[in-house]
């Protein structure tokens, strides 16, 4: 390679500040992507009296394009051995900035952004906050990689702009994959903090019910719901009510032994009756907790109308429920705004046609006061629009 960097042995042994001065004088020649991997390896590949008892946690944003190949944006990562430190010091790597180029990932400590941070080996409830920046309007994935974990720990992704808690395997060697979306129509959806990985022990985290939805067809209700992190879960109690207040038991639901992350699962009433009915699940932990989910509703008869209904108009938690009444197959979108007609969040749902309701999560940080939902459906025909109030 023209440009080939020549490191010496004595650069391996380099203070924060030589390592700097190397990284600004060579930072021009090469495209981000490519540097970034100059630098980690620089940083963290070097082999030293301790090298084979530093674990790494790797940390790789990609960029999706059109035609569904990854494009590397940026990477950090995180070491940890016994005899380093957990403050901020020289031997950590500040984030540069000295690319002219979009998308960047940093690990936020201290108020420092870091390439590269050194910390002791990893404890319950160790976080690493990543910072994201400049982010376009596009779908993403981030990669995470463990190299010489050897730990009891869990590890989870949280996303605090869907509200939802996703594992990250430990397991040395393997990726987890998380895609997301960037858009400027949702703010919150490219706030710099909206990602950090959370290192806990298992089964100390609660399930995280991503979705909950209940159809109805032929009298009969099917209630399904997706979760994540899914750990020390005995079993899911299905329970119903024709109040919304007084649930009964109606079914149970033993977990599923596939080993992925996220799981589906469904379960059909068929003795809902007509009128209106409502569902929720419940998880029984193994240490006797127990954790709800949303409650979803269906009316069942009246066919002869059709309707859309939107509950709860106080939002406390980022979150209410769509119940399809008898309505229209096809796609339906949700625009919230506020009060001076700023677009805060829009949803696309794609109905299959009769009863069902949807719960659909918005992004917890939007500023509070009263909102108006606006939906469009098939054909362009416009609802009723919902003042809602967030709190």
């Not at 190949?69 to 070491?79: C, E, H, I, Q």
């Not at 939805?213 to 879960?233: H, I, L, R």
């Not at 939002?315 to 001076?340: C, E, H, P, W």
């Amino acid at each position: 390679m023209k440009d080939q960097i020549q490191l010496s042995k004595s650069h391996v042994y380099a203070s924060h500040t030589s390592f700097s001065r190397l990284i600004h004088r060579t930072s021009a020649r090469f495209s981000k992507p490519l540097f970034t991997f100059f630098a980690l390896c620089f940083c963290i590949g070097v082999s030293s009296s301790h090298a084979q008892g530093v674990a790494k946690f790797y940390t790789s944003l990609y960029a999706i394009k059109t035609d569904g190949s990854l494009s590397l944006a940026d990477g950090v990562a995180n070491t940890y051995y016994s005899t380093y430190c957990n403050s901020v010091d020289e031997a950590d790597a500040l984030k540069l900035i000295s690319f002219n180029t979009k998308e960047t990932i940093s690990i936020l400590r201290e108020g420092k952004k870091l390439a590269v941070e050194k910390r002791v080996p990893i404890v319950d409830r160790d976080s690493i906050f990543l910072d994201m920046g400049e982010l376009s309007d596009k779908t993403y994935e981030l990669k995470f990689v463990p190299k010489n974990f050897n730990t009891t720990l869990a590890g989870y992704l949280k996303d605090e702009f869907k509200g939802t808690i996703t594992g990250i395997s430990l397991v040395p060697n393997d990726t987890t994959s998380y895609t997301f979306e960037a858009s400027d129509a949702q703010p919150a959806s490219k706030a710099a903090n909206r990602f950090s990985v959370i290192f806990a022990l298992p089964g100390m985290l609660p399930v995280n019910f991503s979705s909950v939805k209940a159809s109805e067809k032929n009298n009969a209700v099917t209630v399904e719901w997706n979760v994540e992190t899914e750990m020390n879960v005995q079993r899911y109690i299905i329970e119903r009510s024709k109040d919304a207040v007084h649930f009964s038991f109606a079914a149970s639901k033993d977990v599923s032994n596939d080993p992925a992350i996220s799981k589906q699962y469904s379960w059909t009433d068929v003795a809902a009756g007509a009128g209106t009915t409502y569902y929720r699940i419940s998880n029984v932990n193994s240490n006797g907790s127990i954790a709800y989910s949303k409650i979803v509703r269906v009316d069942i008869g009246n066919k002869n109308s059709s309707s859309i209904n939107v509950y709860p108009t106080v939002m406390t938690d980022g979150s209410f429920s769509v119940q399809f009444n008898n309505a229209q197959k096809g796609i339906y979108q949700l625009r919230l705004i506020n009060t001076n007609g700023q677009l805060l969040f829009t949803k696309t749902i794609n109905h299959a046609g009769g009863n069902s309701t949807e719960t659909i999560r918005v992004d917890k940080n939007i500023n509070k006061g009263l909102c108006q939902l606006n939906i469009l459906g098939p054909e362009n025909k416009s609802f009723p629009s919902v003042k809602i109030l967030n709190r």
